[in-house]
């Protein structure tokens, strides 16, 4: 189970409807994007997405689908700082072919559930282990894309990282393969 701070219920994420509640310029950038481009009461599909517009933040996004039958979240592609401080890229994998239970607090299949069950972005804590014993903490957001009819057949996330010093990326445990 997640860590929990003062304002997260314990799962360590909820519902992100407003701006504000991101701590994060990059989170904050990143929500009123993806709120700016809904059409119709409908969010937007990963092709709208225009890399420009959020050039700053590119490192910290990633994107991926979300299968409902059976569940699974397909990570299509994320940013290098993402990739470095996970100490792999994932891009191309599944959420269940990671391991990350030594390393996060938060449970993404939690995460990716609730989003697709709600169609409804979410934000968040993560506290990243260190192999000393520390820690580290993060805010991330997940938010739906749509994906055919499905208005969280998709997503864009970022993991804002701004205030990480990447020379701490060593003291970090990996995520890694299942397989």
């Known amino acids: 189970m997640a860590a929990s701070s003062p304002d997260l219920p314990a799962s360590g994420f909820t519902a992100f409807q407003h701006a504000e509640q991101a701590r994060k310029p990059s989170t904050r950038l990143l929500f009123q994007y993806w709120q700016g481009a809904w059409r119709d009461g409908r969010p937007p599909r990963r092709t709208d997405i225009d890399p420009g517009a959020i050039k700053p933040i590119l490192p910290y996004i990633l994107l991926g689908d979300i299968e409902p039958q059976p569940f699974r979240v397909l990570f299509r592609l994320i940013g290098t700082a993402v990739a470095d401080f ?6 191309g994998h599944y959420l269940d072919e990671l391991l990350y239970n030594d390393r996060d607090s938060v449970e993404w299949e939690q995460c990716y559930r609730y989003l697709q069950a709600h169609h409804m972005g979410i934000i968040g ?26 208005p969280a057949g998709s997503f864009i996330a970022i993991e804002a990282y701004d205030d990480i010093d990447p020379l701490k990326i060593p003291d970090l445990h990996p995520v890694t393969d299942r397989r």
């Open 125 to 150: 804590v993560n506290d990243l282990s260190h192999v000393d014993g520390g820690s580290t903490r993060y805010e991330f957001a997940v938010l739906p894309l749509l994906r055919e009819d499905d």
């Open 86 to 91: 996970s100490r792999q890229d994932f891009s």
